[in-house]
Nanobody
Framework: QVQFVESGGDLVQPGGSLRLSCTASGVAFSVVDMAWYRQAPGKMRDVVATITNTGLGINYVESVKGRFIISRDNAKNTVTLDMENLKPEDTGVYYC???????????WGQGTQVTVSS
């Protein structure tokens, strides 16, 4: 059974940094493109960053470019999101998932809460 477990969220002040981690199981991780998503309060879940299975193709939503870095370790089945210079608008629950997985909607985990506030 495919499972994604996110961790690392916290309450931080504006300008602070966080590292989010996602561990995958039940899937051939090294062949799966991955993504981090964010669901802000009262809004839909949107993609924040994507990374191809090899790690060579990376894309970010415009609002996080230059502040977030997505990476992966296929030997450990993990994908990481390093976030710096955090802003209040980065607040939300962060999820990881494979954007091209069939039945992707069945694989959402609990997410990890990031709150940016002074």
């Amino acid at each position: 059974q495919v499972q994604f477990v996110e961790s690392g969220g916290d309450l931080v002040q504006p300008g602070g940094s966080l590292r989010l981690s996602c561990t995958a199981s039940g899937v051939a991780f090294s062949v799966v493109d991955m993504a981090w998503y964010r669901q802000a309060p009262g809004k839909m879940r949107d993609v924040v960053a994507t990374i191809t299975n090899t790690g060579l193709g990376i894309n970010y939503v415009e609002s996080v470019k230059g502040r977030f870095i997505i990476s992966r370790d296929n030997a450990k089945n993990t994908v990481t999101l390093d976030m710096e210079n955090l802003k209040p608008e980065d607040t939300g629950v962060y999820y990881c998932n494979g954007p091209r997985l069939v039945n992707r909607d069945n694989y959402w985990g609990q997410g990890t809460q990031v709150t940016v506030s002074s």
